[in-house]
């Protein structure tokens, strides 16, 4: 077979699909969220004032959750989640591999241990059955993560949470990925008992930093403002004097004024966020549906993801290269693949507080996972460039 120049790798000096790099995931950010911004600056209060119960009561509006409680990360609000739940030194609780570190910490965070449960292949969400088997009499919480926006099986995690025996075992849904998708007609916020968000600027609504807790629960959602303002009982913006009282150990995880100005200014967007990501989905899997070198990803009966990321996992049984090969010979095309992710107890950390954990199927995975790009500012175009560029980059190198 002759190589044209056009069929030659960009890594290898040939022409690449893209002469603009196309990122993974990149904020949306108008005008109105500039002037919205600008307004909170201008304002008296920068940090936790009134635009913050403005955004919760959006996110409630949005989800319908009874509850919003905005924190100053995902990460601080999976902390707040945790400890509310109850966890604490003695206790489990039960997490997905496939998921960022945070997911995680937060169990470590509140002093309990993580056990994890391997995940399905097509989604690589958690298994409820492998939670199941996870769980010991000291398991007090789960914590599932909607992995690309596809919500976990809720409705059998709460059957398995709620057999067992003697015990409350609280649901937390790591939502990081999935504002907006629904599981058979159900939204996001009002699958689990709590309900964490992330907002950092690669997710489907941002903030800058900052994240939120959804939840139904009054007590719960009156500890999780306590806790995230040092354990204090009245906010600044509600007291009448110099006094306050200071009844548990807290944090400062208070999301500022300035970025909930900018989660309302958004929050006005989310379902023309939603509808271009679903669109951009949709021509991933059209496309990249019966590829001989990769696989895509299932959406489970009745569920309607939030997309915040689409993922190919590679056949590497017909590629001479190794999933790394592939990812630096996409970057050189102009397609800013990543990998979600690295199993959380492959990192060096995890080891030494779990030795010897394997889970066959997120391991497996991993090694042939990429991320494919997907955003609200994408055009169809751009998914046919990944497309593009899969299809060279794997022709390339296949065995055959
Ligand atoms: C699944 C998951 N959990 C938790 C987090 C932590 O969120 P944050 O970066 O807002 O602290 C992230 C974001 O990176 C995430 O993707």
Redesign the pocket.
């Known amino acids: 077979m002759t190589t044209t120049r056009h069929d030659e790798l960009a890594i290898d000096g040939g022409s690449p699909v893209r002469t603009t790099f196309l990122p993974y995931a990149h904020q949306q950010i108008s005008d109105d969220d500039v002037a919205a911004v600008v307004a909170a600056l201008r304002s008296d209060w920068l940090t936790t004032g009134p635009r913050v119960p403005v955004f919760e009561a959006g996110l409630v509006r949005a989800t319908g959750a009874r509850h919003a409680i905005a924190f100053s ?6 902390h707040g989640a945790a400890v509310v739940a109850g966890l604490g030194p003695g206790d489990e609780a039960v997490t997905t591999p496939m ?5 995680a910490n ?1 169990v470590l965070y509140a002093g309990a241990e993580v056990r994890f449960a391997d995940v399905d292949p097509g989604t690589l969400i958690i298994e409820p059955e492998l939670v199941a088997a996870a769980m010991t009499p000291r398991t007090r919480a789960i914590l599932p ?3 690309a926006g596809h919500p976990a099986d809720y409705a059998a995690l709460r059957r398995i949470a709620d057999a067992a025996p003697g015990r409350r075992v609280t649901i937390i849904a ?1 939502a ?2 999935s504002l907006g998708a629904t599981r058979d007609g159900r939204s996001v916020g009002t699958l689990a008992d709590m309900t ?5 600027p ?2 489907i609504l941002t903030t800058g ?3 939120a807790v959804l939840t139904d629960d009054d007590d719960l959602a009156a500890h999780l403002r306590r806790f995230r303002n040092h354990g204090i009982a009245t906010e600044l913006a509600a007291r009448t004097d110099w006094t306050y009282a200071m009844v548990e150990l807290g944090y400062n995880y208070r999301l500022t004024d300035i970025g909930a100005a900018l989660g309302s200014s958004q929050l006005e967007r989310l379902g023309s966020f939603l509808e271009r990501r679903r669109a951009l989905a949709v021509r991933y899997l059209d496309r990249l549906g019966g590829h001989p070198y990769l696989d895509v990803p299932t959406v489970e009966p009745g569920v309607d993801p939030a997309w ?1 990321f689409c993922f190919a996992q590679l056949r590497l049984d017909r590629l001479r290269v190794d999933r790394g090969g592939v990812y630096k010979a996409l970057r050189a095309e102009g397609i800013g693949v990543n990998v ?2 690295i199993p959380v107890h492959q990192h060096p950390y995890y080891r030494g507080r779990y030795p010897g954990l394997a889970f066959p199927v997120a391991d497996a995975a991993y090694e042939r996972l990429l991320t494919l790009p997907l955003h609200a500012g994408m055009t169809t175009s751009d998914v046919d460039d990944v497309v593009a560029a899969l299809d060279k980059v794997t022709r390339a190198y296949r065995v055959d």
């Not at 990360?73 to 999976?78: E, N, P, Q, V, W």
């Not at 964490?196 to 950092?200: E, K, R, T």
């Open positions: 990360s995902g990460t601080a609000a999976l998921t960022f570190a945070a997911t937060a993560v909607d992995y790591d990081s990925h964490v968000l992330s907002l950092h690669a997710k930093e900052g994240g915040h979600h992710y």
